[in-house]
């Protein structure tokens, strides 16, 4: 019902910048929040950064001054923005969205998520 898809992901030198991208297409309401996440090998996934329908954001410690998160409404589209970036940072990330729908003749609400794209910061 809802799709999410990244793009924006590849190799970059330590110290470099990469923005990425996601749309969210499908039949829903609203967009509540957005989240990013990442997943690195042998490591559980973590959020990087989210920010609410008011626009308030949250960082991890990890990427705090570094990332910036924002999304475009009209566009139902999220970034982030990622400088100074480390080989800490490696890792896959995903998009996450918290989607308002309609099921059946119920508003309801559910997460989705994105297939996930790559990002390799070299050192």
């Known amino acids: 019902q809802v799709q999410l898809v990244e793009s924006g992901g590849g190799p970059v030198q330590a110290g470099g910048s990469l923005r990425l991208s996601c749309s969210a297409s499908?039949?829903?309401?609203?967009?509540?929040?957005w989240g990013w996440y990442r997943q690195a090998p042998g490591k559980q996934r973590e959020m990087v950064a989210s920010?609410?329908?008011?626009?308030?954001?949250k960082y991890a410690d990890s990427v705090k001054g570094r990332f910036t998160i924002s999304r475009d409404n009209a566009k139902n589209m999220v970034y982030l923005q990622m400088n100074s970036l480390e080989s800490e940072d490696t890792a896959v990330y995903y998009c996450?969205?918290?989607?308002?729908?309609?099921?059946?003749?119920?508003?309801?609400?559910?997460?989705?998520w994105g297939q996930g794209t790559q990002v390799t910061v070299a050192s």
């Open positions: 499908g039949n829903f309401i609203s967009i509540n929040a």
């Open positions: 996450n969205a918290d989607v308002s729908f309609m099921s059946s003749i119920w508003r309801t609400s559910a997460e989705y």
């Open positions: 920010i609410t329908s008011e626009e308030m954001t």
